[in-house]
């Protein structure tokens, strides 16, 4: 259990700015930060932050909430978890009664895949730098690798050690459950009964989450015995979805949003080298082949990426593979490869940091350009092979979803295939077309007829007030704590006029009138409620009504009127008639309810008395509807 000064203390300190800005690379617009919503796949921005209000909204998808919401959304974390993660991130100290690591794992199986995770992670550090065996072995290879200190305690390599069940032994001497041993494949168990360690005799690679939790390992043999594969990997599980996870994004997540592009290697070698010399944002697909998600990570951060593969076959082939990949996503491809037989890792340890920068800046190509040569290289003079790379390298341009960008290397293509533009062009809006007709085929419509008994069934159309119900709460939220001269005298506080002068109107939406009976409770008290309290609120559905209500995916270009002179009123400007209005609109609604119901009692009333006193009463409401409209400005039939 956490304090609550302590909770109060990490929500205080807690920025949404900083904390969202670790998974999102966002840009200004007016008073808002904007970028691509990380809880859904978009190419163009509707995910905005509040500094202000300390909220973020996605207008696509809706999630919204606060700061610690926002961890657990993107986290899957419990309210705990979240708060421990901000807590962690703001060096703020928690003091809470120390569980046993039986009563951690009990908790929550998740939470328990990751506690067992990151203690694994510490024994095989442990094992290379304080056993005689990991010194001798693991470490010894690290350095024959010419891996710095700082690098192999940044990154947290490890060790495993060569005996059959030394980890496992070791969890279960110290408490942890062997199912999550198993589930998270750091332990194997033989037919049925035997167990025994995954990793056992290899150096250990820690595969990180996007906060930097110990997600999984990769794990390489040093042994030359070719029935032993080279490198093993943590199955998947709960925590650990591959196509889901770049290796080194959370050491290199800052360096891509600064340096505005992602380099993509294929190994942790290969990472681990070109950190080391000094290029920070680079990430590998490690033990997958890359992926949609993985490319779309990348995507949150820049619109840049640069390949660096191997110049072997293998190498141009997975490049290759890649291209139309991130073409599809929308984002702009580089490629770069080293002479056959280097990889990153291996030109780096040749020739320093110095000449690994040069070749980098020297030989990247844009992708057409790459493609183009690589192809017509193995077409060679055969016509029929080069017509084929020309169908294959405009194939890649379609992919590519912006209209002036696709021209441009339509263009840049025609002078390398030397081809005339306006067949290249033909044959992308061919291609196109056919893509449209696979994701969009046309079916006509088939009408359903309902049986005509169900269609009694049918609800009828219900009169409701929920807009404007919304617009007082909206108002009270963001303006209650406000004051307006209301009568020329004095000025008064917004919500206490506002709760006061609809008394006796009855709020039919559910969190409105939740919201409206908390204001009553507080100014009873002499108290107004913030904003804050309503998008904190334990109740989720008022917490995200909140959010919505308090944001909005339109701001107002200052163009209007310093260059066009159109001025548009803001609301603020004149709080007193934007309040009444509100109140008089609600008062509206329900007034023409009322209307509507005496209308009915009237039609079903046979008695001409009875008739005569609901006409008279409809008459007097129908003035009171009056009132309100002039006021509204609005036009009555009679």
């Known amino acids: 259990m956490i304090p609550q000064e302590t909770v109060d203390k990490i929500i205080e300190t807690s920025r949404i700015e900083d904390v969202v800005g670790d998974f999102v690379s966002l840009k200004r617009r007016g008073t808002s930060l904007i970028g691509l919503c990380p809880f859904h796949n978009e190419k163009t921005p509707s995910f905005h932050v509040s500094v202000g209000k300390g909220i973020y909204k996605c207008f696509g998808c809706g999630k919204g909430g606060d700061v610690v919401r926002f961890i657990m959304d993107h986290e899957t974390a419990s309210y705990p978890e979240a708060l421990r993660y901000l807590a962690n991130k703001y060096s703020i100290e928690i003091e809470e009664v120390e569980n046993s690591p039986e009563e951690q794992l009990v908790n929550d199986r998740r939470e328990s895949l990751y506690i067992v995770s990151a203690w694994a992670g510490k024994f095989f550090q442990q094992q290379m730098t304080e056993s005689e065996e990991g010194k001798a072995i693991g470490l010894s290879y690290f350095k024959e690798r010419g891996f710095r200190d700082d690098i192999i305690s940044k990154f947290e390599l490890g060790y495993s050690p060569d005996g059959w069940d030394a980890l496992t032994q070791k969890a279960i001497a110290e408490g942890y459950n062997i199912e999550f041993l198993e589930e998270t494949g750091l332990t194997i168990r033989k037919d049925g009964e035997k167990l025994y360690d995954r990793f056992r005799g290899r150096v250990i690679f820690p595969i990180h989450s996007f906060t930097g939790r110990v997600l999984g390992f990769g794990g390489r043999t040093l042994k030359t015995d070719k029935a032993v594969p080279k490198y093993v990997n943590s199955p998947e599980s709960d925590i650990y979805h591959k196509s889901n996870v770049l290796y080194g994004l959370f050491f290199a997540k800052k360096a891509i949003r600064e340096e505005d592009n992602c380099y993509l290697v294929e190994g942790y070698a290969d990472v681990l080298s070109v950190h080391q010399a000094g290029i920070e944002n680079v990430v590998a697909s490690s033990g997958t082949s890359l992926t949609t998600e993985q490319i779309r990570l990348i995507g949150r951060f820049t619109k840049n990426i640069t390949i660096l593969y191997d110049g072997d076959d293998a190498g141009i082939k997975a490049s290759l593979r890649g291209l139309d990949m991130i073409l599809e996503e929308g984002l702009n491809v580089k490629v770069v490869l080293f002479p056959d037989g280097d990889d990153p890792d291996s030109y780096v340890q040749k020739f320093g940091s110095a000449a690994f920068k040069t ?12 493609k183009t040569t690589i192809l017509l290289k193995d077409a060679g003079t055969d016509p029929i092979k080069r017509a084929g790379v020309i169908r294959e390298v ?24 030397q081809i005339e533009e306006r067949i290249l062009i033909s044959e992308l809006n061919k291609m196109r077309l056919d893509k449209s007709k696979r994701n969009n085929p046309s079916q006509k419509p088939i009408p359903v007829e309902l049986p005509a008994e169900e269609l009694d069934e049918l609800p009828a159309f219900t009169h409701t007030d ?29 919500a206490p006029y506002v709760i006061a002068n609809l008394a006796d109107v009855e709020f039919e939406h559910p969190e409105c009138r939740l919201i409206i009976d908390i204001y009553k409770a507080k100014l009873e008290e002499g108290e107004l409620p913030t904003n804050q309290e309503f998008i904190k609120h334990s109740n989720r559905k008022i917490a995200d009504m909140t959010i919505s209500l308090v944001s909005s995916p339109y701001i107002l270009s200052e163009n209007w009127y310093a260059k066009r002179k159109i001025y548009v009123r803001n609301e603020k400007e004149n709080l007193r008639a934007t309040i009444l209005g509100g109140i008089f609109h609600l008062k509206k609604q329900k007034v023409e309810l009322i209307l509507k119901n005496i209308r009915e009692e009237i039609q079903q009333e046979n008695d001409a008395d009875n008739q005569a006193i609901l006409m008279k009463r409809y008459m007097q409401v129908k003035e009171v509807e009056k009132g309100i409209s002039i006021f509204l400005g609005s036009v009555i039939l009679k």
Do not use: M
């Open 359 to 370: 070749h980098i800046e020297q030989s990247k190509k844009d992708f057409i350009l790459y």
């Open 394 to 417: 405009v194939e890649s341009i379609s992919k590519i979803p912006d209209g002036i960008k696709a021209s441009v290397f339509v263009r840049e293509c025609s002078s390398l295939l």
């Open 466 to 494: 929920e807009y404007q119900e919304k617009e007082i709460i909206r108002l009270l939220i963001n303006y209650g704590h406000e004051q307006v001269n209301w009568d020329g005298i004095t000025d008064t506080y917004i």
